[in-house]
Each structure stands twice: as C-alpha cells, then as structure tokens.
C-alpha cells in the first residue's frame, strides 16, 4: 500500500507543480519564477502538513525525487509553453481540482499513520490540499481559491472525512483512498461546472444617502 501512497503523492506533485506553471505563464513571469510557482505549489502544502505534524525532516528532503518531479514538470512545460500558453482558463480550475482530490486523500492518510485523531487528519488534509495553492495565488497576486466563496475547502473538507470515516470501519485502503479522491474532485469539478457557491456574508452600511435612493425607487 505504500508504493500506492508514494506514487499518488507524486502524481499529486506533478499535477499541482503544473498549475503553479500555468498560472505563472499567465502572469508572465520568468523561468524562475515559473519553478518557483511550480514547486510552492506542489510541495508547500505538504512541507507545512509535516511541519504542524513534527516530521523532521519534511517529505522532500528525505525523499529529493520530489523535487526532480516539480522540476522535470516546469522543463516539459517550458518546452510546450507555446501550447500550455493558449490553454484555456477552465483548465487551470480542472488541474487544481485534480491535485486538490490527491493531496487531501495523501494528507489524511499521512496525519492518521501518526496516530492523529481524527478532526486534525481532516486538517491536515486540508493543509496539504490548499496551503500550496493558497501560496502560489498569493505570489501571482491573486485572491486564494480558498478564500472565495467556490466551493473548495469545502470539498478536502468533505473528503477528509470520509477518509477518516472509512478508515474507522477498517474499509480496505484502496477502496477508502479512492472514494476519497472521488468525493473531493466531485465537489470540485460539480462546483466549477455548475458555478456552485458557498453564501457570503457582509454588512450593509446603510446611510442616508443609501436611504434617500431608496425612496427614490420607491417612487
């Protein structure tokens, strides 16, 4: 079951690395800041999961081939920037929503190997699905995914728990790993495609040149 975790963790890596690489593209930023996009993207959020979990040292440094995947990512991609460049803008959402499913699936799994309780697995997949993009966005000066009111918290939300719950009925891993993706990148891809969103809340500041419109309509 292990090499499954590994590779799934890879796969999630390179699927992230290359949205840092697309929205870097977009924001027409240099090779170094294209690696730079890539590799937040695809190993911050776990770097700061091991961190809050007191793994030392974290993944990547254990494990360079990490970085050789972010790296070969941001290579392949330079050469086809030419098609990457004309992608269209759902495709960068799709990516995401692909290395969000894994992350939190990887982070979950990661959190309740070390005998976390279970709302804190919840979290830690949370973290290891968002904090990288989370970072990505803020460098690219863009609001976070996460802190809009699409529906994308929401969904690692979801799919951790499922994880966690299946994990207590001592469901098989593959089956408990693969509803967990599933869940997750169901939300995700529903939310995109149908523009679903979470409500907002705000506060209206009503004054007296708001009121006097009022009337006016009124009329």
Known sequence: MTGIVYWLDLAGVAVFALSGVIL????????????????????????LRDLVLGVQPVFWVTDPTYLWVVL???????VGFRYI??????????????????????GTHKALLLDAPGSVAVVMGLFTGVAGGVIRDVL?????????????????IAGGIAFVALHAFDTPFTVAISATVAITLALRLAAIRWNLRLPVFAWVVWTAHSEASGKDRRR
């Open 24 to 47: 870097a593209c977009r924001s027409r930023m240099d090779p170094f800041g294209m690696l730079a996009l890539a590799a937040v993207t695809g190993i911050g959020g776990g770097t």
């Open 72 to 78: 070969t990512t941001v290579v392949l991609a330079s």
């Open 85 to 106: 460049h004309r992608l269209t803008r759902t495709v960068l959402p799709v990516v995401d929503a692909i290395g969000l499913a894994l992350f939190t699936a990887i």
């Open 140 to 156: 690219a000066n863009r609001v976070p995914m996460v802190l809009r009111e699409e529906i994308y918290a929401t969904a690692s």
